[in-house]
């Protein structure tokens, strides 16, 4: 047999040989990976439960007591930009392009502090707000969730696209995203710069009157 086939035929079988490999390491990795994201939603399920109960149970001793139970305050917001770019002065432009609201209709998540309340106070005729509830996170991030890419818009259908791009950080799966977006974890910075704003569609029927921000 001649010298190049030989060398062919020796190379195709190394390169079949490592790709059979790399089909069963990426077979076992997708395993392991879904049972850490199975483990991860269970913890966290039992987290929010014990969350709930406490709250509950502070609720009803306030009662007993006579008292008033006064919840935590929110640590985080959703902003949804109402208004075009007419007539916009440059700081306001200038805020909307930081919280990342540049189309109509985008919302994004926000931390909230004094620095983040003082530019939602300033921008507060262009845009509405309220404190997401944890299924409303959930949601969101599993119904209209996009991830950041190299610079591309994908859809958030694999928890492999998450891992890959937020793996370093401790973030491997959908759960643990929404788990850092619901508690203000440390990584929340990391987690909503990776999550696209959120494409969404004007209300049906149409804003009933659009200067009132909180509608």
């Known amino acids: ?5 030989t060398k062919k035929l020796e190379r195709d079988a190394k390169l079949l040989k490592q790709r059979k490999a790399a089909k069963v390491q990426a077979k076992t990795d997708r395993k392991t990976s879904r049972a850490l994201a199975t483990k991860n939603a269970e913890k966290y399920a039992k987290e929010y439960e014990a ?12 009662k007993k007591a006579g008292h008033f139970y006064v919840e935590g305050e929110a640590k985080v917001a959703f902003v949804i930009r109402i208004k075009g770019i007419n007539k916009l002065a440059p700081k306001p432009k200038k ?3 930081l ?25 507060e005729p262009h845009v509405t707000f309220g404190y ?39 973030i491997e799966c959908i759960e643990d995203l929404v788990h850092e977006i619901t508690t203000c974890g440390p990584k929340f910075k ?10 969404l569609s004007s209300p049906l029927g149409g804003f009933e009157i659009k200067r009132h921000s909180f509608a």
């Open 1 to 5: 047999m001649p010298e190049n086939i």
């Open 99 to 123: 919280f990342r609201l540049r189309q109509l209709h985008n919302g994004v998540f926000i931390k909230l502090n004094k620095a983040t309340w003082n530019m939602i106070r300033m921008i």
């Open 95 to 97: 805020i909307l392009q």
């Open 51 to 62: 969350a709930d109960q406490t709250e509950i149970d502070g609720k009803r001793a306030a």
């Open 190 to 199: 990391e987690a909503n710069n990776f999550l696209w704003p959120f494409k």
């Open 132 to 170: 997401p509830s944890r299924h409303m996170i959930k949601n969101l991030i599993y119904k209209r969730g996009a991830g950041k890419v190299n610079r591309c818009r994908i859809p958030l259908t694999d928890n492999s696209i998450i891992a890959g791009e937020l793996g370093k950080h401790g």
